[in-house]
Antibody, heavy 122, light 107 residues
Framework: EVQLVESGGGLVKPGGSLRLSCAAS????????MNWVRQAPGKGLDWVSS????????YYADSVKGRFTISRDNAKNALYLQMNSLRAEDTAVYYC???????????????WGRGTLVTVSS | DIQMTQSPSSLSASVRDRVTITCRAS??????LNWYQQKPGKAPKLLIY???SLQSGVPSRFSGSGSGTDFTLTISNLQPEDFATYYC?????????FGQGTEVQIK
């Protein structure tokens, strides 16, 4: 079955760290760019970070730049998000999402995990 | 960053109604526009990509149109399972940005 499964969420104090993982299965993980997208409770979707298929390129939202690090291990079919210096405003469900590309380079998130909840609170 | 603005923020409709949701970009994004459906407690699901291409497995009552700055998602013959929140997203430039969402409620 083609799927993404996130793990690693939980309750952490402000200033703390957490590492999220996303396990991919059912497709050739190494062929796809991957992203993290988050959703604060009751709010909309907010892109966090992306990484190219071979880890050559990484991008971050300004709100997490310098605090979060995206990485992947293609041998293990795994995507990661290392989150440091966490703030209350980082509280959200974190989704990993696969990118597919259409005919004229239009791209889209075509596969999403079920998400993992990160709560930053003292 | 490109801002995406959806309207309305919420709407009430009945089964078998035709529903239209609008998404406007703060600058031209050609056809780099995607639509997602999200139900409570679930992950988003891709409906439409490249403004008007229907994702495999998505019912044909969903359609998308537009280019440049103005886009539309139309649901014809609304079904009970379509009551959800819908988001547009631009993939023209980094960072990719989403609209604030449109909640489709049962009248």
């Amino acid at each position: 079955e083609v799927q993404l499964v996130e793990s690693g969420g939980g309750l952490v104090k402000p200033g703390g760290s957490l590492r999220l993982s996303c396990a991919a299965s059912g497709f050739t993980f190494s062929s796809y760019s991957m992203n993290w997208v988050r959703q604060a409770p009751g709010k909309g979707l907010d892109w966090v970070s992306s990484i190219s298929s071979s880890s050559n390129s990484m991008y971050y939202a300004d709100s997490v730049k310098g605090r979060f690090t995206i990485s992947r291990d293609n041998a293990k079919n795994a995507l990661y998000l290392q989150m440091n210096s966490l703030r209350a405003e980082d509280t959200a469900v974190y989704y990993c999402a696969r990118v597919s590309v259409a005919t004229y380079s239009e791209w889209y998130f075509d596969l999403w995990g079920r998400g993992t909840l990160v709560t930053v609170s003292s | 960053d490109i801002q995406m603005t959806q309207s309305p923020s919420s709407l009430s409709a009945s089964v078998r109604d035709r529903v239209t949701i609008t998404c406007r970009a703060s600058q031209s994004i050609s056809s780099y526009l995607n639509w997602y459906q999200q139900k409570p407690g679930k992950a988003p699901k891709l409906l439409i990509y490249a403004a008007s291409s229907l994702q495999s497995g998505v019912p044909s009552r969903f359609s998308g149109s537009g280019s440049g700055t103005d886009f539309t998602l139309t649901i014809s013959n609304l079904q009970p399972e379509d009551f959800a929140t819908y988001y547009c997203q631009q993939s023209y430039s980094t960072p990719p940005t989403f609209g604030q969402g449109t909640e489709v409620q049962i009248k």
